[in-house]
């Protein structure tokens, strides 16, 4: 009894050290490729309400973050969300795969088609 218990305990610790996660787009179905700072798709940019604080996970809403404009600033995108789910608004910045056309869309026009 006390073996399998400290075998949980070490499988918890072993999946809170796994930052780098692969998933599938719940909005486009892309395969994600995570690299560790990875907290939304790519191709369509909507991403999924995890965390509370960016990368601690440590939110249970899992609603679906819709990508609702954009802004460019010193180099980078920033995209802003709002969570379908609970309504929370977030900022991420962009990732360097992020698809370009929809960035720059909605910077232009503040949301993206779909
Ligand atoms: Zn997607
Ligand atoms: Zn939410």
Not at 14 to 25: G, K, S
Not at 62 to 77: D, E, N, Q, T
Not at 90 to 114: T, V, Y
Request: glycine share 8%; proline share 4%; net charge negative.
């Amino acid at each position: 009894m006390e073996d399998e218990a400290e075998e949980r305990q070490e499988l918890g610790r072993r999946n809170f050290r796994r930052v780098i996660e692969d998933f599938v787009c719940e909005h486009c179905g892309h395969a994600v490729k995570g690299s560790g700072y990875t907290d939304h798709c790519p191709r369509c940019l909507w991403g999924k309400h995890v965390d509370i604080k960016p990368g601690d996970r440590a939110s249970d809403c899992r609603g679906a973050l819709r990508p609702i404009s954009a802004s460019y600033a010193k180099g980078s995108y920033t995209i802003v969300y709002r969570c379908e789910e609970c309504g929370i608004v977030k900022r991420f910045k962009a990732a360097a795969d992020d698809d370009a056309d929809i960035l720059l869309a909605m910077c232009a026009s503040g949301a993206p088609e779909s």
